[in-house]
């Protein structure tokens, strides 16, 4: 088998080391406390590898990071004692990780992508692999995209194949109205096509004939219960901050975009880890004050992102 080219992999094709600081944190608001120390822990679909050195500070008795590709190059990120293994895409789970073999298993922002069927997602056949590895009374955790749509301003559209460039089609005559409302939907709208195009979200079929991208939240709980879960928790986390423009900048080499992620960075962490952001009833504010300091310094669009942490009955 040949090597792999590091342009081949997801992370490295679309300069995800620096995007990744616009456009989420889910570090410690990602994991629950005392879920890792002294346990056997999977970081499935790892990327950067970020989330596994994080984990390893957390003390588990055993960390391994997957990644889908074959051969995909080791993270940089990766501590050296956190085991590496590669080929283990979405229908493969079952069949090169062994049952039973986990105490927890790591899902972050992954199983919202295409996997096994064309550009639908199989979530129901993940969580079902993902149930046999763990051990009894497991825990998985999985965040993901919410479902959004992306209305068309003209009639009614429900066609997956062409929705982005329908709703583009709509969109650009209106970025430059006089109507501020109008301009600003618009806009929004903008760059959600945008997210959608640079993550290479497949579409849903939404109610009333709307496509969507993201999963849906009710069904997905639905899966978990269905392959035998019991769900502990359903929390929107945080929102996805997509920086709008932004890619073509770094594309071009611009060295200044580096330190302004990380600038973002370090705002999100200052709102998601402070006291009040622990409280469900406080955190929607505190999550609209950090999205307007955010937008202070770069336009974004935001969809929300789920966590659910579930039990193996």
Known sequence: MNQIHPSEVWEHARDWAVMRSFVYYQRENFICEGLVEGRDIIDYSAGLGDLSAYVRSLHPS????????PEAPRPSLLPDSVEWMTGVGADRIAAVLPEASADVILARMVIQFPTV??????VDGILRQMYGVLRESGTIVVS????????????DHSRADDHLAAVEADVLPLLDAQDTFTRGVAQE??????LVRYLGLPPREGPFGRTGFGLKIPMLVNSFVSEGFIVDS???IEPFTF???????IVDGAESVVELGEHIMSIKHRHLT???????????????????????????????????CATKQ
């Open 117 to 122: 069927e064309g550009d639908a997602i199989d």
């Open 62 to 69: 055993s960390l391994l990071a997957t990644a889908p590709e």
């Open 274 to 308: 402070s006291v009040d952001a622990a409280d469900p009833y406080l955190r929607p504010a505190i999550l609209a004050d950090m999205i307007a300091e955010i937008r202070e310094l770069l336009p974004v669009t935001a969809v929300p992102i789920v966590r659910i």
């Open 144 to 155: 993901t995209h919410s479902f959004f749509s992306l209305p068309r301003f003209e009639g």
């Open 234 to 236: 359903v929390e929107e």
């Open 189 to 194: 709208t903008a760059g959600l096509i945008e």
């Open 243 to 249: 920086p709008i423009g932004l890619y073509e900048s």
